[in-house]
């Protein structure tokens, strides 16, 4: 098992910089990829960025240019530092941990509010 938990979400104006950081426990040797989704109202959850053990990157088409994750192998964490925030990534952000045996991990989330 592995347990994931969020932090950093928030009120921001448009334009502004936010930072998320996630903290895995548990079972952390079998983590592999590390992810953040992300969910609005009414919309399908989507992926915003995920790094790789080795540290290769993914960015969501949306958000290319202005987030940036990282991870933290030996402290078991991974961030998020969103840039150039605009309303439309007004969503609930999940942190999520792929094993080696394929096995997905989500953490409980944390709200992001971007106003105009």
């Known amino acids: 098992q592995v347990q994931l938990v969020e932090s950093g979400g928030g009120l921001v104006q448009a334009g502004g910089s936010l930072r998320l950081s996630c903290t895995a426990s548990g079972f952390i040797r079998s983590i592999n990829a590390m992810g953040w989704y992300r969910q609005a109202p009414g919309k399908q959850r989507e992926l915003a960025a995920d790094i790789t053990v080795g540290g290769n990157t993914n960015y969501g088409d949306s958000v290319k240019g202005r987030f940036t994750i990282s991870r933290d192998n030996a402290k078991s964490t991974m961030d998020l530092q969103m840039n150039s925030l605009k309303p439309e990534d007004t969503a609930v952000y999940y942190c999520?941990?792929?094993?080696?045996?394929?096995?997905?991990?989500w953490g409980q989330g944390t709200q992001v509010t971007v106003s105009s």
């Open positions: 999520q941990v792929a094993t080696g045996r394929g096995l997905l991990y």
